[in-house]
């Protein structure tokens, strides 16, 4: 299983130098590196051990200002090489990158107290005392890299503490944190990063997130030389034909499509350093990226994590929080969780009991992030998943509101939501054009019975006068039953009156071809308006067709 150490400590203790004595390779490239003769960026090297197992080293800077490279580095790592100054003894960023390393969850490594060649053995003795009491988990030896002394022993312990690792989440889809970028002329942009699960080979289609953008690979090197697929702990470099060197960068990760969320909200588990208040703005690492971070405390333990650019995060990741120092870490439990102040749902995430934090309609595909198998004890539809509580409740504030709908349609129209298509289905109303019914609903008159009744005497009252309508609605129930007619203007005239006015229309244009107003309105008796209104409606039944000031019967009629 191949796995990656990363060095820590503070600035000048000898980090660089250590990695150059058991590795042959100067990993301060940079000019300016070598002119201030500190560490400015990661430095990669791969490691022989004498049980035959390659590590791959990445070694950090300790420079106070490069905390934030520091923990780029650390984030991949499998386990840490903690490199004390025998003469200086822990020092502020021999504690801060301990921190860092323990926020992360990486608990194996070695201490290695450095410059012995420099110190009486009394000073060492002091030093190793300290680091045994910082670091009691780890083992501590005695090195120097200018003569070489206990290099193999260092070797020999980073192999024991290489025994102990168990590399999580190797089984999980291909993600990678890019921490370098290059070009390389003919050959196009070059990332690499620790592969911290999965596998990369020649050909794979990946995305970069969270940019969004589609990849193709073309061929994989792991520390210069060409493989035909890396695995998980790998140190890999991957070429990408295509892409500009602009488009990729540290902090960017190279993902099987879909796989991963990529989100503005953490939900986290706080491990604090300090107390961190709820709104603190902070920088939150997650894997090499860092983006400014607003905490919004839910409780003593929980937080979400709104964050300025999005990330990609998994359940179980470990984040970095620091400001102008590393103010605590947590632990993911929900990558792309609801904007929410829920402590209660948190918990509920974070005991795996998925089903419980589900009531409203969310996209089931939203919480394979947090699932660790099946989802289960909810209700679904189409891409839904939402609780029976829910539905009961959405059932009974319908049925109210179909209950409380106008008798004379008594539907409603269903609910607007995204989700309505799939849910609306499963309720006991039925779907009738562009609205909800009860089953079998049909329209009644309900309590305008009594009205219904004056307006149908009414207009049979009146005879071929029109009637002038008080309620539209009521008119339109009427004439689908058959009883009134609606003519223009608001008006109804009696179903009888209408058909007695066409047989006069239809005698009078078969017998003269045509008809004028003053002719119908003499023949049926009727005022000018009304007779106007009875001419216009037969127009709109197809009846007749006005040819100047005289009516014609359309073909159809005649
Ligand atoms: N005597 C002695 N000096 C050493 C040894 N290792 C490193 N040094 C000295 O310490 C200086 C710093 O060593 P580096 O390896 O660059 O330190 P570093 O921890 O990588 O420093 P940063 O990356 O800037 O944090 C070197 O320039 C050497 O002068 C050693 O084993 N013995
Ligand atoms: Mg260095």
Known sequence: MPLTVGTAGHIDHGKTWLVRALTGKDTDRLPEERRRGISIDLGYAPLQLPNGRTLSVVDVPGHERFVRTMVAGATGIDLFLLVIDAGEGARPQTHEHLAILRLLGIERGVVALTKVDAVDPETVELAAEEASELVPEAEVVWVSARTGEGLDELRRALARAADGVERRRADRPTRLYVDRSFSLRGIGTVVTGTLWSGSIGEGDELRVEPAGRAVRVRSVQVHDRPVERAEAGQRVAVSLPGVERREIARGYAL????????????????????????????????????????????????????LSERVVAA??????????????????????????????????????????????????????????????????AGAWAFSRAWLAELEHELRGRIEAADPLDPGIPPPAAPWAADVVPLLPFELRGAKLYLPGAEPTLGARSEEAEALERGVAAAGMRATKLEDDELARFLEARGTLVRLGDGHAIGADAYEVAKDVLLTECRAAGEITLARFRDLVGTGRRDAQLLLERFDADGLTRRVGDRRVLRRAAS
């Open 255 to 306: 993902v099987e499509p879909g796989a991963y969320p990529v989100s503005y909200r953490l939900d986290v588990a706080l491990d604090e350093l300090e107390p961190i208040a709820d709104g603190a703005r902070v920088q939150a690492h997650v894997g090499t990226a860092h983006a400014p971070a607003r905490v919004v405390r839910l409780d003593e333990r929980y937080a979400q994590l709104r």
């Open 315 to 380: 359940r179980g990741d470990r984040v970095i929080l620091r400001a102008e120092t590393t103010l605590g870490g947590g632990v993911v439990l929900d990558p792309a969780p609801p904007r929410h102040r829920d402590a209660a749902r948190v918990a509920l995430v974070e005991r795996g009991e998925i089903a419980a934090t589900i009531h409203v309609p969310v996209r089931a595909d939203a919480l394979r992030h947090v699932l660790e198998g099946e989802l289960s004890g909810v209700e679904r």
